[in-house]
């Protein structure tokens, strides 16, 4: 297609029946979207677009007037008589009326419409391009020679095949007004942008901004709760549901999420990210917050009744428990019922300290409090009067109760991930599954199942996990397992001492200098050394970032690299770390290059990898020589 997709686009993807095997399912997704998102195709009631079905005049007369600049002015229920063959009760009659007036269609030359006509490929671009401002009178030679040369010459032709006198189907139509919108009017401005003129959804290299467009499309957003839905324009029944990014269904929609919708699209998107825990600040002040902080969390306000509830005005004050709900962007969209929220987070303690809050009297008070790096991927502070609490222990906070901070025992699971990433062992994984890695007091790291796809789980692998009421796994706390939380490079200088001291004892020291991201660093021990050699390996941080040891890499031969693998020497492909890292040895010297570099090179390689691929390892460093 002419245009290219913004990155970021927004993770929705509407089917609606669409293309036969002739045509590239993707951009037939995309063309209905946008249409769906501008309210110019949206099919019936079910979101069918019956996209197989031809087309009439009358109905083509009023796809043109929803994607003409008076889209807004025009009624169904209008009563007017254009033609004589288009009464007032005709469903289309008010739409012709105005396309006529629009100067987009007109009669036979015996003043007829006839609106149940199926529409011709011809007669569908004349509309088009009088929608781009081509005047009739612009063209020369027997009518509709010069419209259908324009046509191509537009390339408006883009996924339609028809012939100028053949009768076009709803396919046609959709991919005839998509590439519409993404062609340059008379006056050089992209057809889109007339009709969204404040919004700029293509901008100068012809790209569309798709996320944009079906922002513009959203309504919302409302809480769930008892009744939500008839707060929706249409019936939610037939929509296309998201939750939290992914697809869903109506009953996966739970109390206290935040919902947006679109009727054009008939869509509805849930997201059920909250977050429970003191209410710390305000900013810029109490009186008008744009944003608050709860739970060592900043968050932006992003509906005024949001920020009505957490003004002055409203019912919460400063050193308040309060329950806030998310947006999909990740703000503030309304604040929940602390106690019907249900919330339990689990994660792992990461500080541990005495804080000061404000008591929203113009004083302060101090209490035991500890950061829990949740896991949801997130960071909490929650005040406790566990003062035993320590860095490392897991834990869970009841934040729609008390509000206490449990320190909990580790719960093991072993099993192998299903190649899919759906199962454990024998222990389905719930569609929104929260997992962490940790390791020592590193900060936690966020992970997502296809990650660990294939990986054995052994009995010292997990730490911890949670079920919910349909035995789905929703949350899993492990250890060390991705070994994504280390750093990887290569030693470049290695010195170790290790001798016996005459009269008895011994004399141990290391000194280590290496390479990472092109970084020379040193480390070394006066009392330890660490076994390792010249080459590349693992660094293991402590909590504060400070080297705890070095680690040896194994080796693997290498034929060559193909995307997220590498072919070993045995044609086996091998996963590679999203970070790994490409060195060319020269004499000797380690020199950071890049994938491009060793490809085009006459060079042998060498992988080397933390741990198997089926204990959650990866390649992580190429040396090319």
């Not at 308040?320 to 929220?341: E, M």
Request: glycine share 10%.
């Amino acid at each position: 297609m002419k245009q290219r997709l913004l990155s970021g686009l927004l993770a929705v993807v509407l089917l609606l029946g669409l293309a036969p095997a002739a045509l590239a399912a993707a951009p037939a997704e995309e063309a209905a979207q946008v249409l769906a998102a501008l309210d110019i195709m949206v099919g019936d009631e079910n979101g069918d677009l019956a996209l197989d079905r031809t087309l009439t005049r009358a109905e083509f007369a009023k796809l043109a007037v929803a994607a003409s600049t008076s889209r807004d002015t025009v009624g169904d229920t209008v009563a007017v008589k254009p033609y004589p063959d288009v009464p007032q009760t005709h469903w289309a009659a008010p739409y012709i009326k105005a396309a006529v007036d629009l100067g987009l269609v007109q009669g036979d030359l015996r003043g007829y419409f006839n609106p149940d006509r199926t529409i011709t490929l011809a007669e569908g671009v004349t509309v088009i391009l009088r929608l781009l401002g081509y005047e009739d009178s612009t063209f020369t030679g027997v009518w509709p020679s010069g419209q259908m040369a324009q046509y191509r010459a537009l390339k408006l032709n883009e996924g339609i095949s028809l012939g100028q006198n053949d009768s076009m189907t709803r396919r046609d139509a959709m991919y005839l007004f998509y590439n519409l919108l993404l062609t340059k009017n008379l006056s050089g401005t992209y057809y889109l942008n007339v009709l969204e003129p404040t919004l700029s959804l293509v901008n100068a290299a012809g790209e569309l901004d798709l996320v944009a467009l079906i922002n513009s499309a959203m309504e919302g957003p409302v809480v769930a709760g008892s009744g939500w839905q008839s707060q929706l324009s249409f019936a939610s029944s037939a929509a296309k549901v998201y939750r939290n990014g992914s697809q869903s269904s109506l009953d996966r929609i739970q109390d206290q999420d935040v919902v947006y919708w679109s009727e054009s699209m008939r869509t509805v998107w849930a997201y059920g990210d909250k977050v429970t825990g003191t209410y710390e600040a305000a900013s810029p002040s109490i009186t008008a917050p744009t944003s608050v902080t709860v739970a060592g969390k900043t968050y932006a306000i992003e509906t005024a009744s949001a920020a009505y509830a957490l003004s002055d005005l409203g019912g919460w004050q400063l050193g308040d428990t309060v329950t806030l709900l998310l947006g999909r962007a990740g703000g503030v969209a309304a604040v929940g019922d602390t106690q019907a929220a249900g919330t339990v987070v689990y994660g792992v303690v990461t500080k541990a300290e005495n804080t000061a809050y404000s008591d929203g009297k113009g004083g302060t008070y101090t209490a035991r409090t500890v950061t829990v790096s949740a896991t949801n991927g997130g960071s909490y502070r929650y005040q406790t009067t566990n003062t035993t609490l320590d860095v490392g222990d897991l834990v869970q906070v009841d934040t729609a109760g008390t509000g206490s901070v449990t320190r909990l025992s580790e719960l093991r699971l072993t099993g192998k991930m299903s190649s899919d990433g759906t199962k454990l062992g024998s222990e389905p994984l719930a569609d929104d599954v929260q997992i962490i890695d940790t390791y020592e007091a590193r900060t936690p790291l966020r992970v997502y199942p296809q990650r660990l796809a294939g990986v054995s789980f052994t009995d010292d692998m997990v730490r911890y996990y949670v079920r919910n009421g349909q035995g789905e796994i929703t949350h899993l706390i492990l250890n060390n397992v991705t070994g994504d939380l280390h750093q990887y490079g290569v030693v470049t200088k290695a010195e170790e001492v290790d001798v016996t001291i005459p009269g008895g004892g011994f004399m141990v020291s290391s000194s280590y200098t290496y390479d990472v991201g092109g970084q020379e660093q040193v480390f070394g021990s006066s009392d330890s050394v660490f076994n390792v050699k010249v080459g590349p390996c693992q660094i293991k941080l402590d909590g504060d970032a400070s080297i705890e040891r070095l680690v040896g890499l194994n080796q693997l031969r290498l034929s060559g690299v193909s995307g997220s693998v590498a072919i070993g020497a045995d044609n086996r492909q091998y996963a590679l770390s999203e970070t790994v890292a490409y060195y060319v040895l020269v004499n000797g010297d380690y020199q950071l290059t890049t994938l491009s570099r060793i490809q085009n090179g006459d060079y042998s390689l060498t992988g080397w990898y933390d741990k198997a691929e089926s204990a959650g390892g990866r390649i992580r460093v190429i040396v090319a020589q």
